[in-house]
């Protein structure tokens, strides 16, 4: 191949570089997290559970007849299920509030 009289690609641009980050590895435009940003869920499923385990184990201890301990468990188990549900469906909301609330801040951000 003939390369004789072709002129040489331009010079690549250097790379953009990083937006500098703070000692916690975080943006500096970004808000440091707080105690709100811990994974509250976790404490919230890890609580459910332990009270459903210690109803449980009074319903089987006091009764002895299975459905008793059913009859028992039954409405503590759907109100610990229905607010688990409904803490994780408005944390999952406010999450994607929050990314979208970002892009857009990002997106309106000028050029520098």
Known sequence: MN????????????AKPAKPANIE??????????????????FVVIAGLLALVAVAVFAIVHYEKPADVATVMSPLTGVIVGLVGTYFGVRGATHAQEKANEAERIRRKPEQ
Do not use: H, I, M, S
Request: hydrophobic share 25%; glycine share 10%; charged share 20%.
């Open 3 to 14: 390369t004789q009289g072709v002129p040489p690609p331009p010079a690549a641009k250097p």
């Open 25 to 42: 590895g975080q943006p500096e435009d970004r808000p440091k997290p707080n105690w709100t940003d811990l994974p509250w869920g976790v």
